[in-house]
Each structure stands twice: as C-alpha cells, then as structure tokens.
C-alpha cells in the first residue's frame, strides 16, 4: 500500500530553534518524495524534492530508505516558516500525488 | 497573470442540489487536478485528468463528477451522491503527466451544505 504519514499534527518551537518535520512513507520500488507548504493566506506550493537535493529557505530532506522516511529538517527555524507542511509521495502509478495530513508548524520568539 | 483561478471561493448549497466547482487555468499544462482538504485529513484525490477529454478516478471520487473538454478547464460537480460534500476544495495542475510531482495549485473553493 502506498501511504504517507505525518504523525505530529502541531509542532511549536522557538525562534533559532532546530526544527525537524517527520515524514514517513510506505512504497515499493523506488519513491519520489515532495514537501509542500502552505503559509497563511497562501496558495499550497511546493518546497522541495528529493530528487533534486536542494535547499530551499534554509529547509533540507533526505531520503532514507531504510527507514522510509523524508523529514524535514532546519537547522535554525525563523517565525516566517511557521505553516501548515505537507509530505507527499508520487503514486505507485505516477500519475498523482499522495498527501500526508499535515504537520502545523509554529515558530514563536 | 499566469496561474489557476478557481471559482467561487465560497459556496453554499442545499442538500440535495449538486454544484459545480469552477478551475481554469492559463499555464498551458496537459494535468490537472481535485483535491478535497479536511481538517486533520490532508489532501485526498478526487479526479484527475492527463490530457484534454480523458480523466480518471482519484482515491474519493464517488458523488464527484468531472469533464475536461478544453486543457484550460476542468470543472467539478459535486452532486447529491456526495454524501459529506462540506469542505474546501483545492484544484492544481501540471505541466504534464511526467511532472506530476510538481503541482501548482488554485487558492480553493469552500463548500458548506445547508
């Protein structure tokens, strides 16, 4: 079964603070992993993908396959990141993508 | 300006009537894309559509219906079959089918039931 799971509804830190996002996926074969995120007022929209290895305002994912998860990780968190974050997963079919329930997060000074 | 514009933003609507979500968009992408947004659920798929005159099912898709007869345009009803149709409704779209992953998406459309 495909599933993505994000098993913190809410995470509050503080501002400087580390932050690290959980994701965790169930998949066979080879994933494709997203993060999106929606700020306040904002369209949903993508952050990052695994396959690029990028960093995106401060913010990295790595894949770890044997423990099929994608977190997502700052090193210092900042008030302006604080929103609603989803982890998604390409469909075994690769025609859609499949969303986590989200994590909140709440970065406060 | 490029992007998805989807309509209304609000709706209201009594059991018993279907609705009809609007999606256009100008980015001259081959996908597009439902999804259904409830609180503590995420994002779940109702329809998608890879090229114009095709689509298919998503996870969600009963008491949903969708055509896609232009590439710009992908409209949803949701009719009196959907037996919990109240929640926000969120378009998107891709370049094509190979990019699924990169997903540009509408502002939304809340629906309540009466």
């Known amino acids: 079964a495909q599933r993505v799971t994000q098993p913190e509804k809410l995470l509050s830190v503080f501002k400087g603070a580390p932050v690290e996002l959980k994701c965790n996926y169930s998949?066979?074969?080879?994933?494709?992993l997203f993060w999106y995120v929606q700020y306040s007022r904002q369209r949903l929209q993508l952050l990052l993908r695994h396959i690029s290895r990028e960093s995106i305002k401060g913010f990295t994912a790595d894949l770890n396959k044997g423990e099929t998860s994608f977190h997502l990780k700052k090193p210092f968190a900042q008030e302006e990141d604080s929103a609603m974050y989803y982890c998604a997963l390409k469909n075994q079919a690769g025609t859609a993508l499949i969303f986590g329930k989200g994590t909140t997060l709440s970065v406060s000074s | 300006d490029g992007g998805i514009t989807q309509s209304p933003k609000y709706l209201f609507r009594k059991e018993g009537q279907n609705v009809t979500l609007s999606c256009e968009q100008n980015l001259n992408h081959d996908a597009m894309y439902w999804y259904r947004q409830d609180p503590g659920q995420g994002l779940r798929l109702i329809y998608y559509?890879?090229?114009?005159?095709?689509?298919q099912k998503g996870d969600i898709a009963e008491g949903y219906s969708v055509s896609r007869e232009k590439k710009e345009s992908f409209p949803l009803t949701v009719t009196s079959a959907q037996k919990n149709p109240t929640a926000f409704y969120l378009c998107?779209?891709?370049?094509?089918?190979?990019?699924?992953?990169?997903?540009?998406f509408g502002e939304g459309s809340r629906l309540t039931v009466l």
């Open positions: 998107a779209s891709s370049i094509n089918a190979g990019n699924t992953g990169e997903l540009f």
């Open positions: 998949y066979s074969g080879s994933p494709e």
């Open positions: 559509s890879q090229i114009v005159n095709d689509f």
